[in-house]
C-alpha cells in the first residue's frame, strides 16, 4: 500500500492544484483577516472562509481525479479486476487528500505568521479549524465518490454545484429558519462580542464527515460482495450525521456565543501627560500607540471643558444605547484599517445630539459644516480628502483655523464652544477669529 501511494502521490494531479488552491486560499484568508490586529479567532475565522471558497474546486477537482481511468479509458480493466473498483481508487485518492492536507496546512501557517509578526492574542478554539480542515477533506471525498458513482463527466459539475448550492442556501436563509441552522456552511464573523460556539461547528464538522462516508460508501453498492458492509458503514454515518444536526439544531443555528467575564482579556493604556486609562481589548496592543496619541490630545482639549474626562473603556458592541452624553466609550472595529479614527467617531455619537436616533439634525448657519469640521478636527484630519467639504471654502478655512491654534488657545476653544459641540448648532462665526 506504501508503494502506490508514494506512486499516487507523486503523479497526482493534484500535484498541480493543491499550489494553486494554497495561493488562492492564502489570499482569501489574509484578505478576511483584522488588517491591524491579530487573534485567533480572525485567523479561524479566516480558515472557514478558505474552505467555503475552494470547497467547489476541491469538490470538482476530485472528481475529475477520480475519473482519471476514464481520460485514459482503461477503465474496463479496472472494472474487471478482482479488486473492488473503489479500492483500486484508494491509493489514488489518499495522495490527492495529502495535497489538500498539504495545502491547508501551508494556509493555516501563512496566516499564523502574519498574526504573529502583527502580534496574536488570544486563545485557539481548535473546533473551527477541525471542522474547516473536514470541509475540506470531506468535499474532495464526495468528488472522488461520485466519480466512482456516477463514472462519468457529468460527476464533476453534479460535485462542484453541491457545496456552491450549500453556500448559496446560506445566503438566501433566513435566521430563524431550521433549514438555515442545520447548514454547514454557516459563518462566524469574528467580533470582540462574541467568540464561536464550538458546539455548533463541531455538530456541522460531524454532519461534512459523515456525508464524505456516505457518499464513498455508496460508491462500494454495486458490488454484491461489499453491498453489505457499504449499506452499514451507510447506517452508521447516518447516525453521525443525525447527531450532528441534532446538535446544530439545538444549538438553534448559533455560531457565536457571549463569553464569560473570564475568557475576555483586557489591557490598560496610559498616558503620563494627560493622565489618560484606556482600557481595552489585549488584542489592540498592536495599535496601543496610535489609540493612546489619538485620544490623549483629545483629553488634553477638553480638558478645561465640562467634557472633560481622564478614563476610557472599550465598548465590546457598536451599541450606544444608554450611554452618557460625553466621552466614557470607546467603539472599536477591528475590520478598520484605521481603529483610533473610528473610535473617535463612534464616541463623538454619544458626545453630539445630531448623530443620536430620534434626535434633530444639525443647526445654524453652518450646522452640518460645523460638524464635519469638528470630526475632521478631533480624528486629526489635515485635509477633506476629495468630495463636496473639500470644494466649500467655508469649510477649509474653518479646519485651517482650528489647526493654527495652539494647545492653550485650542483649550480655551473648545471650553467656549462646549455647548455648540453637544448641540450640533454652528454658525460660520463660531471658526473666525
Not at 461520485?146 to 463514472?151: G, P, R, S, V, W
Not at 467580533?191 to 460508501?217: K, Q, R, W, Y
Not at 456565543?257 to 489592540?284: K, S
Not at 450640533?424 to 463660531?430: F, G, Y
Amino acid at each position: 500500500m506504501k508503494r502506490p501511494f508514494l506512486i499516487e502521490l507523486r503523479h497526482s494531479g493534484f500535484r498541480y492544484w493543491a499550489p494553486i488552491f494554497a495561493l488562492a486560499g492564502a489570499t482569501i484568508g489574509w484578505l478576511n483577516s483584522f488588517p491591524r490586529i491579530a487573534a485567533w479567532v480572525s485567523i479561524e475565522s479566516s480558515m472557514l472562509d478558505v474552505a467555503y471558497f475552494l470547497t467547489p474546486f476541491l469538490a470538482g477537482a476530485g472528481a475529475w481525479e477520480g475519473l482519471r481511468d476514464e481520460r485514459r479509458r482503461v477503465e474496463y480493466a479496472r472494472r474487471t479486476s478482482a479488486i473492488p473498483a473503489p479500492l483500486s481508487v484508494l491509493p489514488r485518492y489518499l495522495g490527492g487528500i495529502a495535497w489538500v492536507v498539504a495545502a491547508w496546512i501551508c494556509i493555516a501557517l501563512v496566516l499564523v505568521l502574519r498574526s504573529m509578526l502583527i502580534g496574536l492574542y488570544g486563545v485557539p478554539e481548535p473546533i473551527l479549524l477541525l471542522h474547516s480542515l473536514a470541509l475540506v477533506l470531506s468535499f474532495t471525498t464526495i468528488g472522488f465518490a461520485l466519480a466512482e458513482t456516477i463514472q462519468h463527466w457529468s460527476a464533476i459539475p453534479v460535485a462542484t454545484v453541491l457545496p456552491l448550492a450549500l453556500y448559496g442556501a446560506t445566503l438566501a436563509g433566513r435566521a430563524g429558519d431550521v433549514a438555515t441552522w442545520i447548514n454547514i456552511f454557516r459563518k462566524y464573523v469574528a467580533i470582540d462580542a462574541s467568540l464561536p460556539n464550538a458546539m455548533f461547528f463541531g455538530g456541522a464538522a460531524l454532519v461534512s464527515v459523515g456525508a464524505a462516508v456516505v457518499f464513498a460508501a455508496a460508491s462500494f453498492i454495486r458490488r454484491r460482495a461489499y453491498r453489505s458492509p457499504a449499506i452499514l458503514t451507510m447506517i452508521v454515518a447516518g447516525a453521525v450525521i443525525v447527531s450532528g444536526l441534532g446538535v446544530m439544531i439545538g444549538q438553534q443555528g448559533r455560531t457565536s456565543r457571549e463569553p464569560a467575564p473570564a475568557e475576555l482579556a483586557f489591557i490598560t493604556l496610559n498616558d503620563a501627560d494627560t493622565g489618560l486609562t484606556i482600557r481595552v481589548r489585549e488584542h489592540y496592543a498592536p495599535v496601543a500607540d496610535e489609540l493612546t496619541d489619538t485620544w490623549s490630545r483629545i483629553a488634553d482639549l477638553f480638558s478645561e471643558s465640562d467634557l472633560a474626562f481622564d478614563k476610557l473603556e472599550q465598548q465590546l458592541d457598536s451599541d450606544h444605547q444608554g450611554a452618557p452624553q460625553g466621552f466614557a466609550r470607546l467603539y472599536l472595529n477591528p475590520q478598520s484599517t484605521e481603529i483610533a479614527r473610528f473610535s473617535v467617531e463612534g464616541a463623538l455619537v454619544d458626545v453630539m445630539n445630531c448623530t443620536q436616533a430620534g434626535q434633530d439634525g444639525p443647526a445654524g448657519d453652518f450646522g452640518l459644516g460645523g460638524v464635519v469640521v469638528m470630526q475632521a478636527w478631533l480624528t486629526g484630519d489635515t485635509a477633506l480628502g476629495v468630495g463636496a467639504w473639500s470644494n466649500d471654502p467655508r469649510v477649509v478655512d474653518a479646519l485651517d483655523r482650528l489647526y493654527s491654534l495652539d494647545n492653550a488657545s485650542a483649550r480655551a476653544w473648545v471650553q467656549a464652544h462646549t455647548a455648540n459641540i453637544r448641540s450640533c448648532e454652528w454658525d460660520a462665526s463660531d471658526f473666525q477669529p
